[in-house]
């Protein structure tokens, strides 16, 4: 995840220089998360820009700008979470409208980057499929994208567009301290999410466990072993995708088996396709934590056991800074 995160001060620091952003600042969506759009929007103490998007009655998607940018600083709130297709398709469109559109510069803001996991060629004769979801983007006519909590950082060397890259993990952390849980140990499900779990332990002064799993099919994964002393303590599981949460379950499974006395959970981006809720239900997971990154699943919404807490106050601060050309490192320590 790399030494750095956006911290809480930094965001509550950033409402000082708030007032009118500059008129030439324009924000929209498409229909993957309008609320999260607008709560950004709220931050920006703007109006959400409208757009027209519909579709024609073979499916096609049909995008109309309905307002001027030309000259505009354009920021398009776009997570390309399920339908995936759909959202992307969408997004693609409504940043070539605003490119023939003559707008000044187009930011794809993706809270959630699909087809991230499909990063390299793990057998032979498959896409990079990441990779081809950054050219699209930047053939469409964007500038530069925001992205959070991609699967793995190395994601932005696909792009020949700048690539902003926040973490959710100030939002997270500030959230798990205030439950403040006695004998915490920040768990990682997997080796390849160890570098943002000692992260989040550093800024925790928590202990590290690490969970050694072996993948046995694509949407299916065993656990081996658990790397670290988890017995007696409150294990957090921290990782960045929760999708079909089988690796959450057996994560939870191996800890409490090797007698950890708490199991709870944080993601970023709450995917929950396919049997992810009956699994989460029917586990000992005392909690899962997400973010707004993508919008809840209707069948998850009022479950007492998932909390989301909101990443736009985040992202606006980003947009902010971007669009005043100001430092968006100057956000990380």
């Known amino acids: 995840m790399g030494a750095k995160a956006i911290t809480e001060a930094a965001i509550a620091a950033a409402p000082a220089r ?3 952003v500059g008129e ?27 757009r027209t998007l519909t579709r024609f009655s073979d499916g096609e998607c049909y995008v109309h700008i309905a307002e001027n940018v030309r000259g505009a600083d354009v920021f398009v709130v776009q997570p390309t979470c399920n339908p995936v297709d759909t959202h992307l398709m969408e997004l693609l469109l409504m940043i070539d409208a605003l490119k023939r559109a003559s707008a000044r510069r187009i930011t794809a803001v993706m809270p959630y980057y699909g087809y991230a996991r499909q990063d390299r060629k793990d057998r032979p004769r498959v896409p990079i499929s990441s990779k081809l979801v950054a050219d699209l983007l930047s053939r469409a006519g964007a500038h530069r994208a925001l992205t959070l ?4 950082p190395q994601i ?26 006695p004998d915490l140990t920040v768990v990682s499900p997997d080796a390849g999410g160890v570098e943002r779990a000692r992260f989040f332990a550093k800024k925790m002064d928590s202990a590290l466990a690490i969970v050694d ?26 990782d960045d995708i929760i999708d079909t949460a089988g690796t ?26 396919g049997p992810a809720l009956e699994r989460i239900r029917a586990s000992r997971l005392e909690q899962v934590v997400v973010t707004d990154s993508i919008p809840l699943r209707a069948a998850a919404q009022g479950d007492p056991r998932i909390c989301v807490l909101s990443v736009s106050g985040l992202l606006a601060t980003a947009i902010r800074n971007i669009h005043e050309e100001s430092s968006v490192s100057s956000l990380f320590i």
């Open 18 to 20: 708030r007032g009118r």
């Open 24 to 50: 030439k600042l324009k924000v929209f969506t498409g229909t993957a998360n309008e609320p999260l759009a607008l709560a950004i929007c709220e931050h920006l103490d703007l109006p959400l820009s409208e």
């Open 149 to 152: 909590d991609l699967h793995t």
């Open 156 to 181: 932005q060397g696909f792009f020949n567009i700048p690539v902003d890259h926040l973490f959710a993990s100030p939002v997270l952390v500030d959230y798990i301290k205030k439950l403040d849980l």
């Open 213 to 238: 799993k072996r993948r046995v099919a694509m949407d299916e994964s065993e656990v081996m072993n658990v790397i670290g002393d988890v017995s007696g303590r409150t294990a957090v599981i921290l």
């Open 248 to 273: 959450l379950v057996k994560t939870a499974d191996a800890l409490l088996a090797q007698g950890a006395r708490r199991v709870l959970a944080c993601a970023t981006h709450a995917v929950l396709s």
